[in-house]
């Protein structure tokens, strides 16, 4: 199963992705969480994006395709994958077109969450992270049992630098100037469903179920 996440930053795209990556058995690829794994291993893709990132700006498309181009053609990419945060322009669009036309696949649901602005301030400034397993948490929607540590592995919660409130302004610009536009992009086709973000995350995920279902897929 192919999946496409769309949604402004906050929205909900890597809560969801884990839980479909859990109850559907396909990898979640994240193209923030991979660039934040470069920038910690100061690779030579984590050094160019990490000024574009921590300014709350988009990582060059020539990067992020060649770096999803390769993603895809991991051993745990050959059931399917669920995208998200990429694509993010319409450049990067045609080239996952060109992309999934090369692995012989075609996409199943590109789920659009819509967020209001109110949820999505709150859902930034309250996030945590966790430094080992990468599991979202809010320290109001969705806190660890234990105050700044993952209930999961025990290791450290962090905010991500980019979450801090003048460059989270800066994304939403982005978001409105850059990526919203892919929402044309991909509303003509059948398999575009709108998914309503401001729902706590089991009941979207309730919903992104039935639209799944219609295109039987059931997991
Ligand atoms: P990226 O990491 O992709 O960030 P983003 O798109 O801005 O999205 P977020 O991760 O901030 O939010 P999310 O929608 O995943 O929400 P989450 O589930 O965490 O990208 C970071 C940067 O990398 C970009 O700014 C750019 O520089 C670069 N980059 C990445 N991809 C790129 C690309 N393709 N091209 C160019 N540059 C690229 O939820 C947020 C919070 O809300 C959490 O605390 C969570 O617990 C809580 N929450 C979630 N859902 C619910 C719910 N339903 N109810 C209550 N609480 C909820």
Partial sequence: MYIILLGAPGAGKGTLAKMI?????????STGDILRDNVNRKTCVGNQAKEYMNNGKL?????MIQMVKGRVLEEDCKTGFVLDGFPRTIEQA?????????????????LNLKASQETII???SGRIICNGCEVIYHTENIPPKFE????????KLYQRDDDKKDVVKKR??????????LISYYERQNS?????ANKKADEMFVEVCKNLEKVGKSG
């Fill in 94 to 110: 045609e080239a996952l077109e060109l992309i999934f036309n090369g692995l012989n696949v075609t996409i199943d649901a590109v």
């Fill in 148 to 155: 700044g540590k993952c209930d999961k592995c025990g290791d």
């Fill in 172 to 181: 939403l610009i982005v978001y409105k100037t850059r990526t919203k536009k």
């Fill in 59 to 63: 990582v060059p498309d020539d990067i």
């Fill in 122 to 124: 709150e859902r930034l």
């Fill in 21 to 29: 990556e859990k109850k559907f058995g396909i990898s979640h690829l």
């Fill in 192 to 196: 575009f469903y709108e998914i309503d």
